[in-house]
């Protein structure tokens, strides 16, 4: 493995944390190994790792970007992430309102909705 790719692992861990990174490990398969390496060391080691802006910035924007291009399914997993990363609801709530302006209201009611579910689950330890 290279150095990227340790340093995405540490960086998706971090952010993710280790339940949801072993899980995800635990179903790669031949089939899909290089795509888990693909994302580990591009979207983790590269972009999460690069300390330009906050991990709590990254969340906003990743949540956002999510919403504002239909990518629906990712969000709960992005806003459980929010746990590590610093974002609270009210940060989510805004990136939420700006794809709601920028992108459209039903992609943000969408996103809200999970968001809120999500969130509840949080609160009930879940």
Not at 36 to 62: C, K
Not at 102 to 125: F, S
Request: charged content about 25%; glycine content about 6%; overall charge negative.
């Amino acid at each position: 493995m290279t150095n990227r790719f340790d340093e995405g692992m540490r960086t998706r861990r971090a952010v993710l944390g280790d339940a949801h990174v072993d899980a995800a490990e635990a179903a790669k398969t031949d089939f899909d190994a290089p795509f888990q390496t693909l994302i580990t060391e591009g979207a983790w080691g590269t972009l999460w790792s690069d300390d330009t802006i906050s991990r709590r910035e990254r969340s906003m924007l990743t949540l956002a970007l999510l919403a504002a291009t239909g990518n629906f399914e990712e969000i709960p997993m992005h806003v459980r992430a929010t746990a590590h990363t610093g974002a609270s609801p009210e940060d989510i709530m805004q990136a939420f309102m700006h794809v709601a302006i920028y992108a459209g209201v039903p992609k943000a009611n969408h996103a809200i909705k999970l968001a809120k579910a999500t969130l509840a689950q949080m609160e009930e330890g879940q």
